[in-house]
């Protein structure tokens, strides 16, 4: 995207709105979440508005009011991005530039600089910059503005309209050579899945920034990148994991988030892949986390889209080192106490009795309750594998240095 104005600071302002669909709580948990996102991409928030109103502006995302403070503000500070907590249309994009005249961002496309930042391997660029691509190919137009003048005469028809047509036709050729590169990639991601023989297959699924890598380090012994910051991990990692004498396969998937950009479920199709082929899900939750059981719901909701919310799920709440509930008043007969007021015992009752035995409360960065992990695990990978293994009594298999079942 081009600026149209030279950014001269790393200072952002935040835009969003309560709607009928978000409330005021909500939105303010979005834009905390925005703001986390914002430090994740180097940049940091000053400010923020928001505006109620029955849905987002048609044209303007918020009314010409609230926009107009938008661009007092940022005209006496000197601030040089502002962002919006939703996908914009390309006409709300269009027609807010022409008002604020600086960098205009949504959450998608912060989301996927964050990724191209993130991105390590050549398969993970490639997703990214699929995303990206198919982010921008109707939004070309915006970047087309300084011909707007050109119009009509003669010698002067469609020069603009020339040049948006060669952009989309070089964007939709670049689009169409990175599926191929990625239908190439997703091939050898399959042979590579296949000859992985019959081991169980675990995979760390949850919202991003939850600690599955530490969880996936303490657990494998292995040193996946990890970072208190969002969307740390990228590519999947794939480790060998033995509990006892069961071997099976773990896999360190990428976070999901609330309002994830459609481009980027379509682009991590193949990523994505090893959680719809994994044999028991690990959903991992930041317990301390004010919002979590919202964080459960959209991890559902992605889980539902890919095909995979029916599988075996060992639910794992995490971070029970930091975990601390508000202090409610007992003479504040009006407020009503609710699970973010419940100690961890209370929450653990709470859960245990919704979710039986499906749910462990553990402390990846402390490794608290690991054992208890570890034993919940087993006993979901060892019913697995003696489904996949019917003659071999899984007390006296023995396996090789890749964790196949000997023969002999």
């Known amino acids: 995207m081009i600026d149209a104005k030279k950014v001269t600071s790393e200072k ?29 991409a180097g940049g940091i928030a000053v400010k923020r508005f928001v505006q109620k109103l029955d849905k987002p502006h048609p044209k303007t995302f918020i009314g010409t009011g609230k926009l107009e403070d938008v661009k007092t503000y940022i005209d006496t500070h000197d601030i040089g ?17 022409k008002v604020l005249d600086t960098k205009i961002l949504d ?12 991105a390590q391997t050549s398969y993970a660029r490639t997703q ?39 952009d989309r036709r070089i964007v939709r050729d670049q689009i169409s050579l990175l599926k191929k590169k990625l239908t190439t990639i997703d091939k050898q991601m399959a042979v590579q ?13 949850g919202y991003t920034n939850v600690g599955k890598s530490t969880l996936m380090n303490v657990i494998s012994k292995s040193e996946v990148f990890a970072e208190n910051k969002l969307f740390a991990t990228l ?42 082929e994994a044999d028991l899900l690990l959903h991992v939750v930041d317990v301390s986390h004010p919002t979590f059981e919202d964080h459960i719901r959209s991890v559902n909701t992605i889980l539902k889209e890919i095909e995979s919310a029916n599988k075996p799920t060992l639910m794992v709440f995490n971070k029970i080192d930091v975990y601390k509930p508000e202090i409610l008043d007992e003479d504040d007969l009006i407020t009503e106490k609710t699970e973010k007021h419940y ?28 054992e208890e992990f570890k034993e919940r695990c087993f006993d979901r990978i060892k019913e697995i594998h003696v489904k996949r293994f019917p003659y071999n009594n899984y007390l006296y298999t023995e396996y090789d240095e890749d964790g196949n079942v000997k023969t002999s």
């Open 12 to 40: 952002t302002v935040l835009v969003g709105v309560i709607t009928q669909h978000q409330d005021e709580m909500q939105a303010t948990e979005y834009l905390d979440e925005l703001e986390f996102l914002v430090k994740t």
């Open 81 to 97: 991005t502002i962002i919006f907590d939703d996908e914009l249309s390309p006409a709300q994009l269009k027609n807010i530039e």
């Open 107 to 118: 959450r998608t496309t912060l989301i996927l600089d964050i990724f191209a930042q993130r």
């Open 128 to 166: 990214v910059a699929l995303a990206q691509c198919q982010y921008l190919l109707p939004r070309l137009t915006k970047l087309w503005t300084h011909l707007d003048k050109q119009k009509g005469g003669i010698g002067m028809r469609g020069p603009g309209e020339t040049e948006i047509e060669t």
């Open 193 to 205: 899945r296949k000859n992985r023989g019959k081991m169980v297959r675990v995979a760390l699924v």
């Open 235 to 276: 590519d999947t990692t794939v480790r060998k994991v033995v509990i006892k004498n069961i071997p099976f396969l773990m896999t360190d998937t990428v976070g999901f988030i609330r309002k994830l950009p459609t481009q980027l479920v379509e682009s991590f199709k193949s990523t994505l892949d090893e959680v719809r």
């Open 343 to 370: 100690t961890l015992e209370e929450l653990k009752k709470s859960w245990m009795s919704r979710m039986t035995e499906d749910a462990v409360f553990i402390s990846a960065v402390n490794k608290e309750n690991l």
